[in-house]
């Protein structure tokens, strides 16, 4: 996706850099932040500011424009009000473009592998992702998400 197609789906504001940038993944963590990839930079904790410099180029989404994201070379960034609901409203709309069914699995014991058996018995016939191992909280989704495709 290009920057420009994301910050219309956020309705963020280019802060730094260029609309024609192309994203090739999103992250959720700073830890796994690499070239060409966007961040949603909703971290409270410390900040590792020298690996993101280190993935430049890339691209950020914040609601605080910070000191020291300003200073990283070939860094884009993408200003919001509110991290969580541009964060939110990106996945979701992500989400909308396609058109499948959705199996959920819910439970007390067994949901884990209950998911990897119907996957495995799915995928015969179907393209089909999930969640990887048990990783099924919200801050889990995007990986999984952005499996889907045309």
Request: aromatic share 8%; with cysteine.
């Amino acid at each position: 996706m290009s920057v420009k197609d994301i910050r219309r789906c956020i309705n963020g504001q280019l802060f730094k850099g260029s609309d024609k940038f192309m994203v090739n993944d999103i992250l959720y963590h700073h830890e796994k932040i690499a070239p060409n990839k966007l961040l949603f930079l909703r971290q409270k904790r410390k900040i590792n500011w020298e690996k993101i410099a280190q993935s430049a180029p890339c691209v950020i989404v914040t609601d605080i424009i910070y000191a020291e994201l300003e200073r990283i070379t070939m860094c884009t960034i993408i200003k919001v009000q509110d991290i969580e609901e541009a964060f939110w409203k990106f996945v979701d709309i992500y989400r909308g473009q396609f058109s499948i069914p959705v199996v959920s699995v819910t439970g007390t014991n067994g949901k884990t592998t209950t998911k990897d058996m119907i996957k495995h018995i799915l995928h015969f016939d179907h393209k089909v992702t999930g969640t990887k191992r048990s990783a099924n909280s919200r801050t889990h989704h995007l990986p999984y998400l952005l499996a889907i495709d045309s």
